[in-house]
């Protein structure tokens, strides 16, 4: 059973930095992608950075390019999200997501087979 665990959420003060990390099970996603997004209650979920292709690829969104970073340690199975300058925007629950497949749209959330219960990211002014 794959299971996609995060963790890293919490309240911080504009201009912070933030660290979550996505921890899987079950199987592993070097080939494929592991991804974030992110949905503020009654807004549809965001697409926030991926990783794909055994690290070749990495992707952002333009709302945190420059802020963030996206990593994984296949050797733990684990993918972080490194957010600094934390704007109040950014506020949001935060889901880890995977798919093992290839040559996907990896900005697109219908691409993504497993996910996360999220982790809340709480950016005060």
């Known amino acids: 059973q794959v299971q996609l665990v995060e963790s890293g959420g919490g309240l911080v003060q504009a201009g912070g930095s933030l660290r979550l990390s996505c921890a899987a099970s079950?199987?592993?996603?070097?080939?494929?992608?592991m991804g974030w997004f992110r949905q503020v209650p009654g807004t549809e979920r965001k697409f926030v950075a991926a990783?794909?292709?055994?690290?070749?690829?990495?992707y952002y969104a333009d709302s945190v390019k420059g802020r963030s970073t996206i990593s994984r340690d296949n050797a733990k199975n684990t993918m972080y999200l490194q957010m600094n300058s934390l704007k109040p925007e950014d506020t949001a629950v935060y889901y880890c997501?995977?798919?093992?497949?290839?040559?996907?749209?990896?900005?697109?959330?219908?691409?993504?087979?497993?996910w996360g219960q999220g982790t809340q990211v709480t950016v005060s002014s």
């Open positions: 997501a995977a798919t093992a497949g290839t040559q996907l749209n990896y900005y697109s959330d219908l691409v993504y087979d497993y």
């Open positions: 079950g199987r592993t996603f070097s080939s494929g992608a």
């Open positions: 990783v794909c292709c055994r690290g070749l690829g990495i």
